[in-house]
């Protein structure tokens, strides 16, 4: 029989963690809950960005989950911003974007499954050739509210879903109600990618392989919402995970 699907799951650092206040990794309980519920193992990986760590992690996992967190740094996506944007960007957390590329580039050399979550689809976007929205409020002013933080949990606006797309499949709709919790978005997409999910002010909500290259990654999803967050009472984002681990399990190794 098939032992349930390995789920590398990457994370973020605190620079003062719970047990000594050093470096620690920290990440929200939701996404390993959500993968456990799919009927996966969650494996929380720490940030050590070595090539040989990534491409050995992920040649053990039998797919790979992308998680939200911080913003990118600007020199990934940018050569250089005007001043007023660049005060709208975050601490960067280096180690964790050279540790997530490594990772997607061993992932599509691997052909695993991946699902990308809020930042995992900026990070997926950015690695493959794309840009960024630095500051929704700044660079779109009549833009929806996408920084919801006091709702964390709860359904805030919806979404149109491309019509035959793989998200459209999966949740059996065209359209579907989201949290929001992020200030930036994907700009201009990555040639290898579509825009399969987009909010009603033209904010990119979800992305896929395009058709042509579906070879290339059998299985590829990638959110700017946080369903893990949502899964637990909402169906459509539940099976979002199920589909995933479903997708990982098809290359599990037997026992």
């Known amino acids: 029989m098939k032992s349930a699907p390995l789920i590398l799951i990457t994370s973020s650092m605190q620079k003062a963690g719970a047990e000594f206040g050093d470096f620690s990794l920290s990440l929200s309980n939701r996404y390993s809950l959500a993968v456990t519920a799919a009927g996966g193992i ?13 491409a050995e992690a992920v040649c053990r996992a039998d797919g790979v989950m992308l998680t939200g967190g911080d913003d990118l740094q600007p020199r990934l996506y940018a050569q250089r911003l005007r001043p007023a944007l660049r005060k709208t960007v975050g601490p960067p957390e280096p180690e964790r974007d050279l540790f997530e590329l490594q990772v997607i580039y061993e992932t599509f050399r691997r052909r695993k499954p991946l699902f990308a979550i809020c930042r ?9 050739g794309g840009t960024m929205i630095v500051d929704i409020p700044s660079e779109l002013p009549h833009a929806l509210n ?11 606006h919806d979404v149109a879903v491309e019509p035959g797309s793989l998200l459209a499949r999966v949740i059996g709709n065209t359209r579907l109600g989201v949290n929001s919790s992020h200030h930036q978005a994907a700009g201009q997409v990555a040639g290898l990618l579509k825009i399969t999910a987009q909010s009603a002010d033209g904010v990119v909500e979800g992305l896929e392989v395009r058709p042509g290259a579906v070879e290339k990654m059998p299985f590829l999803l ?11 009472r909402h169906r459509e984002h539940r099976v979002l995970f199920e589909r995933f681990v479903a997708a990982c399990g098809k290359g599990a190794k037997s026992v």
Do not use: S, Y
């Open 120 to 128: 995992g689809l900026q990070i997926l976007n950015v690695a493959l």
């Open 222 to 232: 990638a959110v700017q919402f946080h369903p893990e967050r949502l899964c637990a």
């Open 42 to 54: 969650p494996w929380v990986m720490p940030n050590i960005p070595t090539p040989d760590l990534a």
């Open 146 to 156: 996408h920084r919801r933080m006091d709702l964390k949990d709860q359904v805030v």
